[in-house]
Structures are given as structure tokens and as C-alpha cells.
């Protein structure tokens, strides 16, 4: 039977040459759609790390303030904030927050001439751990013992970086670098993932930033937990009391969970996109799969009657007609597989090889899905052929 089906493949090469070439664009449109998917599906399950609910993210800008006298509002508006009904724990962060397109990357590591483990770092104050619910695996975080100025500043690195550097040994004592600035180790946090569900898990770590250093002015952004159901009554009193400590103080308030929703939104267009225009490709190559079908079909009338008066049964005429269209599907696959799995092994795009190796599987069963049930009507067409009808046509 196989022998037969390349045999006829073989006879049509031209025409069937079409349509592998159809099939491997499909393939391959599958697949980038499929690899892009799966990536981010595993993305989208890896933990947070943190918690963004009932977290506001609070904007400060001094104005015409001059910089020796922020601090001294700054220290104020902290303390304003803390003691207001409703607030539960304000900390002091950068402007790499959860859920913003702002992202602050380094190099860690250990040492001169040791590996490298890009990451992303962030300067906190010591509530982080109360305002998003991190994490501590092993040591402690940042306390009163770090605001007086040492050999090393301490720092907080992520299980991730803590792999990355050290392997399967405890990162608690040891030195990480920053390029020319060294940190002691002090804690290690679960993971921190300030990108959103849908960005790659990657090392990460924390700097302290101590209630009176005034070297880091540049930090005014605020994130404050407040208590579940605070509304737009609470933010518009804390935006008055900024306001009260300093006239030309303005301040912007932002929940996460807004934060993180524009933030998918944004992400997900590009895959919706990619989605629509795959869709629409398939959508063709399953009008021309069908097309050509037909068409074969017609002209193949003939052939397919005399093998009816040879004794052939409807049924058998139809698994031949369905036999050839998985054979030709199998032939573009693969071509297709072929050229697709030298993306897992270059390591393109950085995307792990299980993403590409899924993507894969799931793009060579939809193209014999497609395949076969493109082929399902015109097989059931080419076994309905009644054979002296066919024969007197032809």
C-alpha cells in the first residue's frame, strides 16, 4: 500500500510538490506561533514571587524644591503615610517597580574572571518583604544592623542568582559583585519577578536603601500595602497630605493590579496579532489543500472507476485518497522538522529547547489534523464515484 502511494505520489510530483510546499509553510507557521505560545504559557506559571494586590505604587516629584531640603519632606511624608488610617507599610523603591516597563540590569559576580549572571537589580527599603509578601529562603532581610556604613553594603540576592553564582552552595556570607561595587550577602528571597507573568525568570537582587540615606534622592517612588477595599477616599487623602507638607509637591497613585493589567495588554497584542495572522494563513492553505483535492479528484475519475470495477470498496478508495494527503503531509513535516530543530539546538532567541520541542509536537499534530480533515470530504466524494459512470466519461 505505502509502495503504491509513492508510486502515484511520484507520477503527480509536480502537483505534489505544491503542496508540501504548502504544508511546510504551515508547519512553520505553526510553529513560530506554537514556540511563542508555549513560551509564554511557562512563563505565565512560574511564581511571581510577590503579591500585588492591595499595593499602590505612589509617584513623588519635588518640583523646584531645592535637593537639600527633599529629604527632610521626604522623611516627613514617609511618616505622614505610615500613620494614615488604611495604610498598612510603605517602603522606598526605585523606578523599576512591578509591573513598569522600567528595568534596571547588571552583571553579578563572584570575582574577577568568574561567570557573569545578568540580572536585574533593585534599591529598597527595609518593609519591601511587608508591602509584596517576599519571600525569605535562608538568612534575614534588611534591618537596623545595615544603616551604619560598612567594608560591604549588604544585599539580598534571589534563589536564581544565588544559582547562578554558586551553584548548589549557600550564597549567605559570600561576595557578589556589581562591577566595581562588592555587596556581602545577608539574605536569599524566593523569586522576584518585577517584569509580569509573561517575562523570562532571571536572576535578581536587592540594595538597601536606609531610612536617612540622603544620597539616594533619587528614589522617590513609594509602594504602600494598603487595607483590602481602600478605594479612591484613601488615595485622594494621601495625595493631599504630600501636598500639605510642601505646596509644590506632587504625587500620582497607581494600584498594581492596574499596573499589571495594562501591562498585559500590552504584551499580549503582539501574540494576538501573530495569532490573527496565523489563523488567516491556515485558513488559505486549507481552501487550497481543499481546492487541489478536488480538483485531483475530478480529474482522477477515471482511474479511481476502473479500480471500483476491479473490486476495489468504497472504503478502500477512500483511505487512499486519505493515505496520500498524510503521506504528502508527512514529506513536508519532515522538511519542516528538519530546518525547526536547529532552533533548539542553536539556542535561539534564548527560549529554552523544551519550549521549541513542544511547540513542535503540537505543530506536527494540528498539520495532520488540518491535513486529514482537508481530505475527509473529497475521500468521501472520490468513494461515491459509481464506476460505470466514471468509466463511460472518460
Not at 197 to 208: T, V
Not at 361 to 373: K, M
Request: aromatic share 8%; hydrophobic share 45%; proline share 5%.
Amino acid at each position: 500500500m505505502i509502495r503504491h502511494l509513492l508510486t502515484l505520489m511520484w507520477n503527480r510530483k509536480r502537483a505534489n510538490g505544491l503542496l508540501i510546499a504548502e504544508m511546510v509553510l504551515a508547519f512553520f507557521v505553526l510553529f513560530a506561533v506554537g514556540s511563542l505560545g508555549v513560551y509564554l504559557q511557562r512563563n505565565y506559571q512560574s511564581p511571581l514571587g510577590f503579591s500585588y494586590e492591595n499595593v499602590w505604587e505612589m509617584q513623588l516629584d519635588p518640583g523646584s524644591q531645592p535637593r537639600a531640603e527633599q529629604f527632610a519632606t521626604l522623611h516627613l511624608a514617609l511618616q505622614r503615610l505610615r500613620s494614615t488610617p488604611g495604610v498598612e507599610a510603605v517602603t522606598r523603591s526605585n523606578y523599576n517597580t512591578p509591573f513598569t516597563f522600567n528595568n534596571n540590569t547588571t552583571d553579578f559576580d563572584t570575582g574577577k574572571g568568574t561567570k557573569k549572571a545578568p540580572g536585574d537589580i533593585y534599591r529598597v527599603g527595609a518593609e519591601l518583604p511587608q508591602v509584596v509578601g517576599l519571600h525569605l529562603l535562608a538568612g534575614r532581610w534588611f534591618d537596623r544592623r545595615d544603616d551604619a556604613p560598612g567594608a560591604r553594603s549588604p544585599i539580598v540576592i534571589t534563589d536564581l542568582t544565588q544559582a547562578a553564582l554558586f551553584g548548589g552552595q549557600s550564597g549567605l556570607g559570600k561576595i557578589v559583585r556589581d562591577g566595581p561595587n562588592e555587596y556581602r550577602v545577608i539574605g536569599v528571597s524566593g523569586p522576584y519577578r518585577a517584569g509580569g507573568e509573561l517575562s523570562d525568570p532571571q536572576p535578581a537582587a536587592f540594595r538597601y536603601v536606609a531610612p536617612l540615606d540622603t544620597s539616594a534622592m533619587d528614589l522617590h517612588v513609594l509602594l504602600l500595602r494598603v487595607r483590602p477595599g481602600a478605594g479612591a477616599a484613601l488615595e485622594k487623602r494621601l495625595n493631599e497630605q504630600v501636598r500639605q507638607l510642601n505646596a509644590g509637591w506632587t504625587s500620582g497613585i497607581t494600584p498594581l493590579a492596574e499596573n499589571r493589567h495594562n501591562k498585559l495588554k500590552q504584551l499580549l497584542t503582539l501574540p494576538a496579532l501573530l495569532g490573527v495572522v496565523c489563523l488567516f494563513l491556515i485558513v488559505n492553505v486549507m481552501l487550497g489543500l481543499f481546492g487541489v483535492l478536488w480538483l485531483n479528484i475530478n480529474q482522477r475519475r477515471g482511474e479511481l472507476g476502473l479500480r471500483r470495477a476491479m473490486g476495489a470498496t468504497s472504503g478502500a478508495i477512500s483511505r487512499q485518497i486519505v493515505g496520500e494527503i498524510i503521506t504528502l503531509t508527512t514529506f513536508g513535516l519532515l522538511l519542516g522538522l528538519g530546518l525547526a530543530v536547529q532552533f533548539p539546538l542553536l539556542g535561539v532567541f534564548d527560549v529554552p529547547a523544551g519550549a521549541y520541542v513542544t511547540a513542535m509536537l503540537l505543530a506536527s499534530g494540528l498539520l495532520y489534523t488540518l491535513a486529514a480533515g482537508c481530505a475527509l470530504y473529497p475521500s468521501r466524494l472520490a468513494a461515491g464515484i459509481h464506476p460505470a459512470v466514471a468509466l463511460r466519461e472518460e
